[in-house]
């Protein structure tokens, strides 16, 4: 079956604009995950969706970042007035449950804000 | 503070030899742990967990030991293959924090043929 898909690939901004990036999780897995992995580091989390629970937002950087997942399953990742800083891969995953530890991850998005 | 740490950034070992990746943790709560696999420009693939309840556990060239008193992880991978070349991540949680993953800075793993 399909996997986890995200869009765009890449993405190039001018500093101070706003971005969405798009996750379509695989069907039927309730847990959708946010990392982000800057240059020569490892993924930092930022946010948990687990089924129609309230999010876990404690990994979100700033409140420039936000996210929402709609219908418990596509899920935006907004970063408002971007800064240099937030260049990084963006990288989704999800999982079956919230009891299940393996999470199957998406291509990811390469953010560059100039 | 790295709460996982992966101390070599990369490793070179020739193909058919065994390639040893390290991992150590700070957080005794951690009771779960998990190895990716990266390859460029792709999401990392999941490859081998273990529980803290076992100090071991194999899938064909993959096994990973766990050392709870010393909070230390390993990955053995034998033989090595060039298409195991690869950036391997470390990952931990623990049950009462969720499903909050933290992940290591990765290994860089290069099998020379």
């Known amino acids: 079956g399909a996997g986890v898909s995200q869009s765009p690939s890449n993405k190039v901004t001018e500093k101070g604009k706003d971005v969405e990036l798009r996750c379509d999780p695989i069907?039927?897995?309730?847990?959708l995950y946010w990392y982000r992995q800057s240059l020569g580091q490892g993924l930092e989390f930022l946010i948990y969706?687990?089924?129609?629970?309230?999010?876990?937002k404690s990994g979100l950087p700033s409140d420039r970042f936000s996210a929402e997942r709609t219908g418990g399953s596509v899920s935006t990742l907004t970063i408002q007035r971007t800064q240099q800083e937030d260049s990084a891969v963006y990288l989704c995953?999800?999982?079956?449950?919230?009891?299940?530890?393996?999470?199957?991850f998406g291509p990811g998005t390469r953010l560059t804000v100039t | 503070d790295q709460q996982v740490k992966q101390n070599s950034p990369s490793l070179s070992v020739q193909e058919g030899r065994i390639s040893i990746l390290n991992c150590d943790y700070t957080?005794?709560?951690?009771?779960?742990f998990l190895w990716y696999k990266k390859y460029p420009a792709e999401g990392p693939t999941f490859l081998i967990s273990?529980?803290?309840?076992?100090d071991k556990n194999e899938d064909g060239r993959f096994t990973v030991f766990l050392n709870k008193s010393a909070k230390h992880l390993s990955l053995h991978i034998v033989p090595s293959q060039p298409g195991d070349s690869a950036v391997y991540f470390c990952?931990?949680?623990?049950?009462?924090?969720?499903?909050?993953?933290?992940f290591g800075p990765g290994t860089r793993l290069s099998v020379l043929p």
């Open positions: 969706f687990q089924g129609n629970s309230a999010p876990d």
């Open positions: 273990i529980s803290s309840i076992k």
């Open positions: 995953a999800s999982s079956q449950d919230q009891n299940s530890y393996e999470q199957y």
């Open positions: 957080n005794s709560m951690f009771d779960y």
């Open positions: 990952a931990a949680s623990a049950h009462n924090y969720g499903q909050n993953f933290v």
């Open positions: 069907s039927g897995h309730t847990a």
